[in-house]
């Protein structure tokens, strides 16, 4: 669907953002906050970027996923192109990706053949309507009163200080009880509702070609968040160029196991209105296509 995976790497880069200032907006006095909402409402203005990404889940201190990075995006041109590597399931795939009009291209290196996902009508619309959701300003502010309502009063947790290049950074760092329980319910019955989807979901993703059921264990009770630690790095100019994010959950498969989830994120941000996305021309290349019904499992993942 046209500017899904640019959207999804919006998303992603300035989510961490949307957190932290959904989860103080309570706390208009704070300084680390009206420096988090001012960074994210600039944020939104964003024309072009890359994005410097590691991403790992881990399980009892075993990695089950893993992937590293660097994606050029330009919103106004509706480009997307990036390097990334991935390593799941004893697979290890080095992938050049680029996203421009309504195309989605794969391409894996030592391999001369290209990918194709020409996306229908059926998920233009779905992306249609997402984005329109987005764009409304009634559920902008309905999503924000339910994150407070969920996250409670936690301004007095932020920190914030002073860099020595002049750059303000912004951390929460929780544990324990200092966790709302209304955030570790939704935590709960999401990782629930996730893991019974993916029980009807086929195995294999015919893109990556990784088993998508060994990437994450099927937790099943005694859910919880175990740790939460967010920082951000705003600089002189109210942008968001770094932002790192752990998370630690605990609970129970099915069989009682005991399982302690590690999922990390960092993400390093530059060429700030300045990035232009690689394109590829196809003329004369081996091209693949691919019906976008057939991995509608493994683009939901």
């Not at 989510?15 to 420096?35: E, K, Q």
């Not at 502010?141 to 996250?151: G, Q, Y």
Request: hydrophobic share 35%.
């Amino acid at each position: 669907m046209r500017k899904k995976l640019l959207v999804t790497c919006l998303a992603v880069s300035l989510g961490i953002v949307l957190l932290f200032t959904s989860a103080f907006a309570g706390a208009t006095s704070n300084a680390g906050y009206d420096l988090l909402k001012d960074a994210w409402k600039n944020s939104q203005n964003l024309k072009s970027f890359t994005a410097d990404l590691k991403f790992s889940v881990d399980d009892n201190g075993k990695n089950l996923l893993s992937a590293q990075g660097s994606i050029k995006a330009s919103k106004d041109k509706e480009l997307m192109s990036g390097k990334l590597n991935i390593a799941a399931d004893d697979v290890k795939k080095a992938l050049d990706v680029y996203c421009g009009e309504d195309k989605f291209i794969i391409k894996e290196e030592n391999k001369e053949e290209y990918q194709v996902i020409s996306h229908d009508e059926k998920h233009k619309n779905r992306f249609r309507k997402h984005h329109e959701m987005e764009s409304n300003k009634d559920m902008s502010e309905i999503h924000e009163f339910l994150m407070d309502t969920l996250v409670g009063n936690l301004k007095n947790q932020i920190q914030s200080q002073k860099t020595n290049t002049g750059s303000n950074k912004v951390e929460l760092d929780l544990s324990g009880s200092q966790i709302p329980a209304p955030l570790n319910t939704l935590i709960s019955l999401g990782i629930k509702n996730k893991g019974e989807k993916h029980k009807e979901m086929q195995k294999d993703c015919p893109i990556l070609g990784i088993d998508l059921s060994k990437t994450h264990p099927e937790l099943e009770k005694d859910i919880r968040i175990a740790k939460i630690n967010l920082s951000a790095e705003i600089n002189k100019e109210s942008f968001v160029e770094k932002t790192s994010a752990t998370f630690i959950i605990t609970g129970k498969d099915a069989q009682g196991k005991k399982h302690e989830i590690k999922i990390s994120l960092n993400i390093n941000l530059s060429g700030i209105n300045s990035t232009t996305p690689d394109t590829i021309d196809l003329t004369g290349k081996k091209v693949i296509n691919i019906d976008p019904s057939k991995i509608g499992h493994c683009d939901s993942f």
